[in-house]
């Protein structure tokens, strides 16, 4: 059987969606691994926007640097799993790792795959001119957009924001950390490691031993150094 990594990834708004979900995306992943001959060799996810960039996805990171010592292929189910912007999926076949589609099929050119990023990427940008267009036309109309009596309230979302994004933050580096942990990495090496995979803490500051610590003991993520 051919060998391959798997990677699957979900922002949090997305996490119920059928389909979308890690679980469904296992599920594609696991269908087309049986009907084409792979062996998936080791499983990386990430809770994230498709929008950040590898070095803020760890598991994507991971997941490179897993199949570029394996050279084998990185399995996804879509590919709106690795980003829908063309810029990003042509940064990633940059890198002369492989990514195989399994919605689209395992032969897929990579050329296609440059083609359907950037219709993905256009889709994305109709949608946002589409909601631009109709709050301009709501703001002609008289429409007061937004609330400006609710300000305290509107803060203290801000901050559950923050607190969730923060928790959401050390939920996608954890995994990571607690596979170098197995590895026999002690918290230093574990540091070390993250920076060179140019990994950011929370605050896109420095890991050190101390940041790693407390993502292992704590719901809280990395502070890091500024």
Known sequence: MRQAVIYRRVSTSEQGKSGLGLDG???????????????ALEDFQDVASGKLPVEARPGLAAALEKARKLRCPIIVSKLDRLSRDVAFISGLMARNVPFIVAELGADTDPFV???YAALSEKERRMIGDRTKAALAAKKAAGA??????????ARAKASEAKKAAATAFAERVRPEIERMRADGLNLNA????LAAMRVPTSRGGTWTATAVRRIIISDLPSTGSK
């Open 190 to 193: 574990i540091a070390t490691r």
């Open 144 to 153: 007061v957009l937004g609330n400006r009596t609710n300000l305290p309230e």
């Open 113 to 115: 795959l440059h083609l």
């Open 25 to 39: 995306q296992a599920e594609a992943i696991a269908r087309f691994c049986a009907a084409e001959g792979f062996e």
